[in-house]
């Protein structure tokens, strides 16, 4: 009698993982595949560069608001509303995207090398940073938006700061490739723009 009563006390426990696997998911599903940024002007090969005082750019990762702290691709709605394109999803953080993008262009558009925050340390020389606040569709308008408050440092303790901003229709329907085009090419047009204005 006792046997028979832990046995049905143990069947139970037993089954519960497995009722609980058919609800449960951990870790949400990989697309199958990802979107990227890709620079609109890349800098050539070379045979390597002796960096003097002041030449290089620190470039910084941008900090960036909770709906883009992720992989998703967000759709605002409205003023107050935040969807995801289904089935998009970034390699990697929009932050960390958008700073190798820039760094990319800074070094095609102005010839000068571009370091991480990391190696900065070892050279003195401009640094940009900022805040990415918008980076995903304008529902509304049916466009990519791309929006970066931008922070640089030329020289000793003078800060400058401005805003920049580009727009980009989406062709179509709303969906991953359509939507990762159009936001490629309004970061592509924000980022001339902030090497245009650092090589100045």
Avoid at 178 to 193: E, H, K, L, R
Wanted: charged share 15%.
């Amino acid at each position: 009698m006792g046997a028979m009563m832990k046995t049905r006390h143990i069947l139970p426990l037993m089954a519960l993982p497995l009722m609980l696997a058919g609800c449960v998911s951990f870790g949400a599903k990989v697309p199958p595949q990802l979107l990227r940024l890709t620079p609109s002007a890349s800098a050539p090969a070379n045979n390597g560069v002796v960096l003097g005082k002041g030449v290089a750019v620190s470039v910084g990762f941008p900090s960036a608001p909770v709906e883009l702290a992720n992989n998703r691709v967000p759709v605002r709605i409205g003023a107050t509303q935040v969807a995801y394109v289904k089935n998009a999803q970034w390699i990697d953080s929009p932050a960390h995207l958008f700073r190798d993008l820039l760094a990319e262009t800074i070094t095609a558009r102005t010839g000068r090398p571009t370091l991480t925050p990391r190696d900065a340390a070892m050279v003195t020389g401009p640094r940009i940073g900022g805040r990415l606040t918008d980076f995903g569709i304008d529902a509304s308008g049916h466009q990519a938006s791309v929006v970066y408050d931008a922070t640089l440092v030329r020289s000793g303790d003078q800060l400058e700061t401005r805003r920049f901003e580009a727009k980009a229709p989406v062709s179509g329907a709303i969906d991953e490739a359509s939507a990762g085009a159009a936001i490629n090419a309004a970061a592509n047009d924000v980022a001339t723009q902030v090497a245009d204005w650092v090589g100045r």
